[in-house]
């Protein structure tokens, strides 16, 4: 077995085996490192004779290794006594109990998202342990160094050390509040995948695709719970989308412009089944974005699209997840249902109040929003404002094309 099996058995296996490793010694960082030890000997050694079990031979390997380092460094001799069983009974125990796994993965997914880490650190901590991903794959998506994330992680471990966080699932009354915060880190995950904030490319499937993949592993964990399922699927209908959203040469293509037979039609259907599953209990922020994204996937074309069920979604949205971004994704809906002068006031309103300074977002909106009303030479400087805030190179190039053109026939949507 070569470099990519051993990648591939780690990244499908890396929850279970550090949640079990954790709870095994009940210290996340030693959990943690013990795991990368065993893919380590794993590139190594598997070269020479693949295991049968490999998920079982990187678990028996971290065990020991686990129980090597507690001989280094613990004088506990009770606890060395405890944990210093036969290294030929370390064998994958934890497979006779799926429930168990089960319950240890999602305690993992609350571990790495716990609040008491920053935003970043969760982000970084849940592709690494949950994920299974490597610094540099976690950098290359980010787009910072590798030093960096590294860094990030091993502060991470060291204040769940230090706040004494358990290696356990949260009490039931606080779980829902606490799986909020879980759901928070996948999709910022997800959306820096989606458009990635900065860098030369519009998309990173690999980072969406990976945030997808965690959101089907707490569905199955958290069935009964309705956001899990409106994560899920927006995530779905967002990325069916993805194969149309760019040219041969990586330039984005805009909504009104994309080849709708080339979205993922498979997707779409995963993204409506997780919507029902999540409409059953009233939708939330995540569902009533999946609800705009399934209209949007439901439509034949831009003109065709039920404009005014998605600005009555967005203002749905706006009441229970308050935020600028919402009202000026409104106000693109409004001016596709009601015309871009009713558009322009909600935009105008969030420059008064200073909503969202320095984003390119709003001289984007408002750009557009002015060339349809004819207002040429404003709306170059709007646009020509947004391609410098603009992080992007893909979307500054679009924004400085658009701001040459000095007319476009919509806002953009995407």
């Known amino acids: 077995m070569g470099t990519a099996d051993v990648e591939a058995v780690w990244r499908i296996e890396s929850a279970r085996i550090v949640a079990a490793l954790t709870r095994f010694t009940g210290d996340f960082e030693l959990a943690e490192d013990a795991a990368q030890e065993a893919v380590a000997e794993a590139l190594v050694s598997w070269r020479r004779a693949a295991p049968v079990n490999p998920a079982g031979w990187l678990m028996a390997t971290a065990r020991r290794r ?53 935003p970043e650190a969760r982000v970084a901590l849940t592709l690494r342990v949950v994920g299974g991903l490597s610094s540099e794959e976690i950098a290359r998506a980010f787009l910072v160094s590798v030093p960096t994330v590294q860094a990030r992680i091993t502060r991470a471990k060291k204040t769940i050390a230090a706040a004494r966080v358990p290696f356990e699932l949260p009490p039931a009354a606080e779980r829902r509040e606490r799986l909020g915060g879980v759901l928070s880190v996948l999709y910022v995950i997800f959306t820096e995948g989606s458009t990635a904030t900065s860098g030369d490319r519009l998309l990173r499937p690999d980072v969406a695709y990976e945030a997808i993949r965690l959101a089907r592993t707490l569905a199955a964990l958290q069935p009964d719970e309705p956001e899990v399922h409106g994560l899920l699927a927006l995530c779905e209908l967002t990325a069916a989308r993805f194969p149309a959203r760019t040219g041969p040469d990586g330039s984005p293509v805009l909504l009104e412009d994309q080849d709708r037979r080339r979205w993922d039609v498979s997707a779409i259907r995963r993204g409506l089944t997780a919507l029902s599953r999540a409409s059953a209990r009233g939708l939330g922020p995540y569902g009533l974005q999946a609800a705009i994204a399934a209209t949007h996937a439901s439509a034949p074309s831009v003109e065709a699209t039920d404009w005014e069920r998605i600005v009555v979604l967005y203002e749905a949205l706006g009441r229970v997840a308050p935020s600028p971004v919402v009202d000026l994704n409104r106000a693109v809906a409004v001016a596709m249902a009601s015309g871009p002068a009713h558009a322009l006031a909600i935009v105008d309103e969030l420059i008064a109040a200073n909503r969202l300074p320095g984003s390119h977002l709003v001289p984007t909106v408002r750009g557009e929003l002015l060339a349809r009303l004819g207002r040429r030479a404003e709306a170059r400087a709007e646009l020509e404002l947004a391609a410098r805030l603009c992080a992007n190179q893909r979307e500054r190039s679009v924004l400085l094309r658009k701001a040459s053109e000095s007319a476009s026939p919509g806002p953009t949507i995407d």
Do not use: N, T
């Open 66 to 118: 686990a129980i090597d380092a507690i001989r280094r460094r613990s004088a506990l001799q009770q606890r060395y006594a405890l944990l210093a069983v036969d290294a030929a009974a370390c064998l994958v125990d934890e497979d006779i109990d799926p429930d168990r796994i089960d319950d240890d993965v999602l305690a993992l997914m609350f571990v790495s998202c716990h609040p008491v880490l920053s």
